[in-house]
């Protein structure tokens, strides 16, 4: 039991870290979703190291949230790896791989409403 709260721990910060190194500061009233021509020839003010994955990739809302948008449903797509790497495959770990899952959006929702502000 403690080894699985360490994981969730690890894994909220592996997720809240890759969440803010893909922020940047960009230009009044830029929309992160059109395919605006001008990100091609300027780049953003304030920039983190992975701010590219947000800047370039053009995934739209639904595709753009589990990845790099929104902490609660990145929990699903970054849960993957460190779950299954630790538990490894086998029958009872897809069973619990959706409760591991609810747990850590849980905890990252309470560390977005609580800690983060965000």
């Given at each position: 039991?403690?080894d ?47 701010y590219w ?28 790896i ?23 959006a ?13």
């Amino acid at each position: 039991m403690i080894d699985l709260s360490i994981l969730l721990l690890l894994n909220a910060l592996l997720i809240w870290g890759f969440y803010f190194s893909c922020h940047f500061e960009g230009y009044e009233g830029f929309d992160l979703i059109s395919n605006s021509d001008k990100r091609l020839f300027t780049k953003p003010k304030n920039r983190m190291i992975l701010y590219w994955v947000r800047y370039r990739w053009r995934l739209g809302n639904h595709l753009a949230k589990p990845v790099y948008l929104c902490t609660i449903c990145m929990s699903s797509l970054h849960g993957l790896i460190p779950f299954f790497t630790y538990y490894g495959f086998s029958g009872k770990t897809f069973i619990y791989f959706p409760f591991y899952v609810l747990t850590l959006a849980g905890l990252n929702a309470a560390l977005m409403y609580k800690v983060f502000n965000d």
